[in-house]
């Protein structure tokens, strides 16, 4: 029991270094929240307006409530300029927090895009897309809560008497975050198109440390991500979806499809149900890279709302800790759709 009770302080321990290194959130169900993977996606919609939800809890078989968990809520619109090109605009809110001492972030930014239309024809296209968002962040977290190895009374507990040898001055500070993407997505018909795109955050690289005397910038992220909608059969067809991050020491890589069945007599994508799958692989605690979980996803499409759930399978070194359970999430998406004689069909975030 004692040797457990290390064991498990050693994980909340690790775990809570990697947090401190204010490293981004992330979300299994990445093609369900454009506007934190791309502000390039801002406004590139099948609808007029769409309204996105996403929430997120991991760890909660270990940390209980003390689970790390995000949300995060978005509204963007797409509006027509010129005679095939679109102009989007868009806010997001999100929210995170990890851990016991309650490391918290609040960010809430908005966005732009501008989408040209290079090449096609009525009902096909392609298009560049640029994008940029900025905001303002939030981080805190409860000192008081904290634990330190120095602390440890080697009996598999803490005596919170004992010195940490820590010094902070602020347990809050606000930053502001500057981002800037492109995407290309290729429309051939209205059950198959192609997107690649890449994002470039906080490129003003904020200072992130709980000291005002010390500086510790919030590294730079590289973003890439591709997918697409391919018609395989009558009713039947995939969605594969890739992307991958590179922050600091950190990398992330998700890649896998989804196989979506279209419903009635209608051949439009929006209704339809899918099922999927997706493998995520990183590099822990600046080690090789190792798997770390595996994603079982499903989506519902309905008109223009769709929900979204996922569940991640850990099967990195933590599973023993974990017991193989990583985290859950749900989406959903709302459009609004108005009068449009375009009749371009964009891929179907």
Not at 88 to 105: P, Y
Not at 117 to 128: E, H, I
Not at 164 to 176: K, M, V, W
Not at 315 to 333: D, H, I, K, Y
């Amino acid at each position: 029991m004692k040797s457990l009770k290390q064991l498990l302080i050693i994980f909340f321990a690790v775990i809570g270094t990697a947090t401190l290194t204010a490293q981004d959130i992330h979300f299994s169900q990445f093609y369900s929240s454009p506007l934190n993977l791309n502000p390039a996606l801002t406004g590139v919609m099948n609808c007029n307006i769409r309204l996105v939800g996403n929430y997120r809890n991991q760890w909660a078989s270990v940390l209980k409530a003390n689970a790390f968990s995000t949300y995060s809520v978005s509204y963007d619109q797409r509006i027509p300029v010129g005679r095939n090109d679109y102009i989007g605009v868009g806010g997001t809110f999100w929210g995170d927090r990890a851990g016991e001492s309650d490391f918290s972030t609040l960010q809430g930014r908005l966005s732009f895009s501008y989408s040209k239309k290079m090449s096609g024809g009525r009902n096909s296209g392609n298009y560049l897309v640029v994008g940029a968002d900025a905001g303002a962040s939030q981080r805190s977290i409860d000192f008081l809560a904290l634990r330190y190895g120095s602390q440890h009374d080697g009996q598999g507990g803490f005596d919170g008497s004992l010195g940490s040898g820590e010094t902070f001055d602020r347990d809050n500070f606000l930053f502001a975050d500057v981002s800037a993407g492109l995407l290309w997505f290729s429309v051939f018909d209205e059950d198959n198109n192609f997107y690649v795109g890449s994002a470039f955050s906080h490129l003003n690289r904020a200072n992130q440390s709980f000291d005002s005397d010390e500086f510790e910038e919030l590294f730079s992220k590289f973003t890439i991500h591709a997918g697409g909608e391919f018609l395989v059969a009558d009713k039947i067809g995939l969605v594969p979806g890739v992307v991958t991050f590179f922050q600091g020491p950190s990398f992330q890589l998700n890649v896998g499809t989804s196989l979506k069945f279209l419903l009635g007599k209608s051949k439009r994508l929006h209704q339809a149900f899918q099922i999927g799958a997706w493998f995520r692989v990183s590099n822990h605690f600046r080690e090789s890279i190792t798997s770390d979980a595996l994603i079982l996803s499903t989506r519902f499409d309905y008109e223009q709302f769709s929900i979204g759930f996922s569940y991640d399978v850990n099967v990195s070194s933590l599973r023993p800790a974990s017991n193989s359970n990583g985290a859950f999430e749900f989406s959903m998406t709302y459009k609004i759709c108005g009068p449009e004689v375009r009749n371009v069909y964009c891929p179907n975030f």
